[in-house]
C-alpha cells in the first residue's frame, strides 16, 4: 500500500496570507490527524477528522482549520499566517481497528517570511 | 490529561553500544504506547506499539521496548546502534477520546547521535 502523501513539501508564504495544506491517507484509512511541529513546542496536535466530521480539535487559535471529503483526503487551512506558523505540518492516518496507531506522512515545511 | 516525559534532550553513543532511551507516561487508564524515529526533514516512521500482554515488544530495525507498569515507563533499547540510526526518537501515549478516537501526545524527543 502507498503511504501517507503530503502537497506540497515546501512552502514560503508571506505573513497575512493564507494557505492550504493537503493530505491523502494510507487507502483504507478513515481518520486523518494534523500536527504542527516546532523545535521549541515539539509535536501538537491540531485536529482528527473522520467521515468528513472534526472529531477532536487541539488548542489552537481558530485561524486554523481543516475539512476532510468523501474520499478521506483532508485539507488544512492557516488564514492570515503569522511569523510563529512557520512549522513541519505533519498529517497521519489511522484504521479505527488499530487502538490509535497514526502513521505519518513526509510533512509540509511552511515557513512564514 | 496525559503526559509523555522523556527526560533526556539529546544522547551521544558509539557505533556497536548498547542503546537506551528513556520515557515515562502519565495516563489515567491502560496506557497504548508508541515509539516514532524522525529523520531530518522526515515525517515519523513507527517502531513499535504496546497495546497489552507481553511487557516486552519487539520493533522494526532492531529495536525493543519494556512496559513497566509501576514505574510508568516504557524506554526503548537497541543492543548494537548503527550510524543509521542517528535521528530524533518520540516517544507517545494515545488517549482514548471517545467515538472511536485517540488522541496521540508526544514527549519532546530524543535526538540521538552515533559516533563512528
Known amino acids: 500500500k502507498a503511504g501517507v502523501t503530503q502537497t506540497p513539501r515546501y512552502l514560503i508564504k508571506t505573513r497575512g496570507q493564507q494557505v492550504t495544506l493537503s493530505c491523502s491517507p494510507i487507502?483504507?484509512?478513515?481518520?486523518v490527524s494534523w500536527y504542527q511541529q516546532t523545535p521549541g513546542q515539539g509535536l501538537q496536535f491540531l485536529f482528527e477528522?473522520?467521515?468528513?466530521?472534526?472529531?477532536n480539535k487541539g488548542n489552537f487559535p481558530g485561524r486554523f482549520s481543516g475539512r476532510q471529503f468523501s474520499n478521506s483526503r483532508s485539507e488544512m487551512n492557516v488564514s492570515t499566517l503569522e511569523l510563529g506558523d512557520s512549522a513541519l505540518y505533519l498529517c497521519?492516518?489511522?484504521?479505527?481497528?488499530?487502538?490509535?496507531?497514526?502513521?505519518f506522512g513526509p510533512g509540509t515545511r511552511l515557513l512564514v517570511l | 490529561a496525559q503526559s509523555v516525559t522523556q527526560p533526556d534532550i539529546h544522547i551521544t553513543v558509539s557505533e556497536g553500544a548498547s542503546l537506551e532511551l528513556r520515557c515515562n507516561y502519565s495516563?489515567?487508564?491502560?496506557?497504548?504506547l508508541f515509539w516514532y524515529v524522525q529523520s531530518p526533514g522526515q515525517g515519523l516512521q513507527l517502531l513499535l506499539k504496546?497495546?497489552?500482554?507481553?511487557?516486552l515488544v519487539q520493533g522494526i530495525k532492531g529495536f525493543e521496548a519494556e512496559f513497566k507498569r509501576s514505574q510508568s515507563s516504557f524506554n526503548l533499547r537497541k543492543p548494537s546502534v548503527h550510524w543509521s540510526d542517528a535521528a530524533e526518537y518520540f516517544c507517545?501515549?494515545?488517549?482514548?477520546?471517545?467515538?472511536?478516537?485517540?488522541?496521540?501526545?508526544f514527549g519532546k524527543g530524543t535526538k540521538l547521535s552515533v559516533i563512528p
Open positions: 497521519a492516518s489511522s484504521n479505527r481497528g488499530e487502538g490509535g496507531t497514526q502513521y
Open positions: 487507502s483504507g484509512h478513515r481518520s
Open positions: 477528522y473522520f467521515s468528513e466530521t472534526q472529531r
Open positions: 495516563y489515567g487508564a491502560t496506557p497504548y
Open positions: 504496546y497495546f497489552s500482554g507481553d511487557t
Open positions: 507517545a501515549v494515545a488517549a482514548y477520546s471517545g467515538a472511536g478516537s485517540y488522541q496521540l501526545t
